[in-house]
């Protein structure tokens, strides 16, 4: 399926099932609806279905970049350690 580039908020969907086992670990597909689970995480992909969302984050602002940064992941953190070694 599609992977999706940003965190959003569904504001229309057909049938849409989401892979979220990248964030979770969880296997099973999500089922996402205006109504119940509206929110679609960046990283995850689209197993069934269609839809449209409202971009809420993007990059390091979006969920999977906050895991990233917390893991020490980021770019920015490489940078402070550099410094602090060279002091």
Do not use: Y
């Not at 990059?59 to 940078?79: C, K, M, R, V």
């Amino acid at each position: 399926g599609d992977l999706l580039p940003a965190d959003g908020i569904l504001i229309q969907g057909n049938d849409l099932k989401i892979d979220e086992s990248s964030l979770t670990g969880e296997s099973d597909q999500v089922k996402k609806s205006m109504d119940k689970d509206p929110m679609l995480l960046s990283g995850t992909h689209v197993m069934e279905g269609s839809g449209r969302m409202v971009v809420t984050a993007v990059g390091i602002n979006s969920q999977t970049g906050i895991i990233f940064t917390l893991l020490g992941a980021g770019g920015e953190g490489d940078e402070e350690k550099k410094v602090k070694k060279g002091k």
